[in-house]
């Protein structure tokens, strides 16, 4: 059975930093895209950052682009993101998936796998 367990969400001033993790059990996980979505109260699920299997390719939002850093360790099979200068609009659930696809991804039809998501909180 295939797990991926986020951590690390919570509640930041604006301008704060906060590390997730996301660790992933039942797959082969150094074989697997990894990726991270957030999805705020209303709203659709956004592509915030992705890593390929072997962290030679990584692909980032527009939003996310010189604040987040994505990155993985497969030894630990687990994949972080790195969010440094929090706004309020960063506000969200934040969900790490994995992909199978040999191209990565950003839309969410091509993740297979999903966490239940952590909480991010960034006050004003």
């Known amino acids: 059975q295939v797990q991926l367990v986020e951590s690390g969400g919570g509640l930041v001033q604006a301008g704060g930093s906060l590390r997730l993790s996301c660790v992933a059990s039942?797959?082969?996980?150094?074989?697997?895209?990894m990726g991270w979505f957030r999805q705020a109260p209303g709203k659709e699920r956004d592509f915030v950052a992705a890593?390929?299997?072997?962290?030679?390719?990584?692909y980032y939002a527009d939003s996310a682009k010189g604040r987040f850093t994505i990155s993985r360790d497969n030894a630990k099979n687990t994949v972080y993101l790195q969010m440094n200068s929090l706004k309020p609009e960063d506000t969200a659930n934040y969900y790490c998936?994995?992909?199978?696809?040999?191209?990565?991804?950003?839309?969410?039809?091509?993740?297979?796998?999903w966490g239940q998501g952590t909480q991010v909180t960034v006050s004003s």
């Open positions: 998936a994995a992909s199978s696809t040999r191209v990565l991804p950003a839309e969410t039809r091509e993740y297979r796998y």
């Open positions: 039942g797959l082969s996980f150094s074989g697997y895209n």
């Open positions: 890593v390929s299997w072997n962290t030679a390719s990584k």
